[in-house]
């Protein structure tokens, strides 16, 4: 059967002399891998729209296993994804965490929106570290985590003071600061934050200046939650971790912004 999806393409490997497997996260039938043949001789038709972050329409001949990708046509080719490194590293980390959390086989639409939405904010020059933190919270449901946020997980109190805790999975408020001793205490505009990466959609996140200590802060928080509850570490993760600590990269950023 031949199918045309629309999709993103999150990894490409080589396969033999001139071949490529290609994993796409297609709107209509969630993560697929498909191959696609001669993608890796430059002159091939397959050679661009196989490269990560292409988003695009791709047709896919499959009857049961792998499919075979025939033709495929870029809409948005990222080209600031593709040629800015700190735009790059982030736009790798969001893919990977996309393709480690959704599983192959069945549509979804909740992932996919999530991905195209992030990669397109990234594209058209949001803050990179705001999108990926979003992403962050919102794909912790695919990895089994459902952090309670909108009220204390320990007692359901929406008033007082709050902070996190990983042991109890979200939000306790100081009549319950008990029940954890390694509790991270949090002021009003951090707890407003976390629920909203959470819970609001992604052009508002996009919108938010926020002050990097501030993200580092959440990022922290939302790191630990996926080391310690899942065990996920992500590689791109750490080339990110790399690039902020690097000053060099850091002032070539300021020079051409
Ligand atoms: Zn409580």
């Given at each position: 059967?031949?199918?045309?999806?629309?999709?993103?393409?999150?990894?490409?490997?080589?396969?033999?002399?001139?071949?490529?497997?290609?994993?796409?996260?297609?709107?209509?039938?969630?993560k697929v891998a498909?191959?696609?043949?001669?993608?890796?001789?430059?002159?091939?038709?397959?050679?661009?729209?196989?490269?990560?972050?292409?988003?695009?329409?791709?047709?896919?001949?499959?009857?049961?296993?792998?499919?075979?990708?025939?033709?495929?046509?870029?809409?948005?080719?990222?080209?600031?994804?593709?040629?800015?490194?700190?735009?790059?590293?982030?736009?790798?980390?969001?893919?990977?965490?996309?393709?480690?959390?959704?599983?192959?086989?069945?549509?979804?639409?909740?992932?996919f929106e999530i991905?195209?939405?992030?990669?397109?904010?990234?594209?058209?020059?949001?803050?990179?570290?705001?999108?990926?933190?979003?992403?962050?919270?919102?794909?912790?449901?695919?990895?089994?985590?459902?952090?309670?946020?909108?009220?204390?997980?320990?007692?359901?109190?929406?008033?007082?003071?709050?902070?996190?805790?990983?042991?109890?999975?979200?939000?306790?408020?100081?009549?319950?600061?008990?029940?954890?001793?390694?509790?991270?205490?949090?002021?009003?505009?951090?707890?407003?934050?976390?629920?909203?990466?959470?819970?609001?959609?992604?052009?508002?996140?996009?919108?938010?200046?926020?002050?990097?200590?501030?993200?580092?802060?959440?990022?922290?928080?939302?790191?630990?939650?996926?080391?310690?509850?899942?065990?996920?570490?992500l590689k791109s993760?750490?080339?990110?971790?790399?690039?902020?600590?690097?000053?060099?990269?850091?002032?070539?950023?300021?020079?051409?912004?």
């Open positions: 059967m031949l199918h045309k999806w629309e999709g993103i393409v999150l990894k490409a490997r080589a396969y033999g002399e001139s071949n490529k497997i290609v994993t796409i996260m297609t709107r209509e039938a969630g498909c191959m696609a043949r001669g993608a890796k001789k430059p002159t091939s038709r397959l050679a661009g729209v196989t490269q990560p972050f292409m988003h695009g329409s791709f047709l896919v001949q499959r009857t049961s296993g792998m499919g075979t990708l025939q033709q495929g046509e870029h809409f948005n080719s990222m080209r600031h994804i593709q040629t800015d490194i700190t735009a790059t590293a982030y736009a790798s980390y969001i893919v990977e965490i996309i393709d480690r959390l959704v599983e192959e086989g069945r549509p979804e639409q909740y992932a991905l195209i939405q992030a990669l397109n904010a990234i594209e058209e020059g949001y803050d990179p570290e705001a999108i990926t933190l979003f992403v962050d919270w919102k794909m912790l449901p695919y990895a089994g985590v459902q952090p309670i946020l909108h009220a204390c997980a320990g007692c359901g109190a929406v008033d007082g003071e709050f902070a996190f805790s990983f042991t109890q999975g979200g939000f306790i408020c100081h009549r319950c600061f008990h029940l954890d001793p390694y509790i991270i205490r949090l002021s009003p505009t951090q707890l407003k934050l976390i629920r909203m990466f959470y819970t609001v959609p992604i052009d508002q996140v996009g919108k938010l200046e926020l002050k990097p200590q501030t993200k580092q802060f959440i990022k922290k928080i939302v790191t630990t939650i996926y080391e310690e509850q899942t065990g996920i570490r993760r750490s080339f990110i971790e790399q690039l902020e600590r690097t000053p060099l990269l850091q002032r070539e950023k300021k020079e051409e912004n």
